[in-house]
Nanobody, 115 residues
Framework: VQLVESGGGSVQFGGSLTLSCAAS????????MSWYRQAPGKGREFVAQ????????NYADSVKGRFTISRDNAKMTVSLQMNSLKPDDTAVYYC?????????WGTGTQVTVSS
């Protein structure tokens, strides 16, 4: 089982980034997929979630209206489009797969937003 995040980097205030998570080794379409983040010195927090078929999404209040989660079950990928980025969005972003029996995590990708 692998979840591999990519797309992180450094961006200025107001910029955009798109994170991707490539999954392998499990039945991706049966798993609710989420993004979490962890800022320096803070706990891991929920960012966004998408249902197995992609019809339902849920966002943290702090990113609502700026971030968009999507998934492609055929390609076994989940993405996070991040717009209007702020310094408070600086964190390591993790991909999460939550299924009937198991939960999987990726190793994270760093996003740094400068003011």
């Amino acid at each position: 089982v692998q979840l591999v995040e990519s797309g992180g980097g450094s961006v200025q205030f107001g910029g955009s980034l798109t994170l991707s998570c490539a999954a392998s080794g499990f039945t991706f379409s049966r798993y609710v997929m989420s993004w979490y983040r962890q800022a320096p010195g803070k706990g891991r927090e929920f960012v966004a979630q998408i249902s197995t078929a992609g019809g339902r999404t849920n966002y943290a209040d702090s990113v609502k209206g700026r971030f968009t989660i999507s998934r492609d079950n055929a390609k076994m990928t989940v993405s996070l489009q991040m717009n209007s980025l702020k310094p408070d969005d600086t964190a390591v972003y993790y991909c999460n797969a939550n299924g009937p029996l198991y939960v999987y995590w990726g190793t994270g990708t760093q996003v740094t937003v400068s003011s």
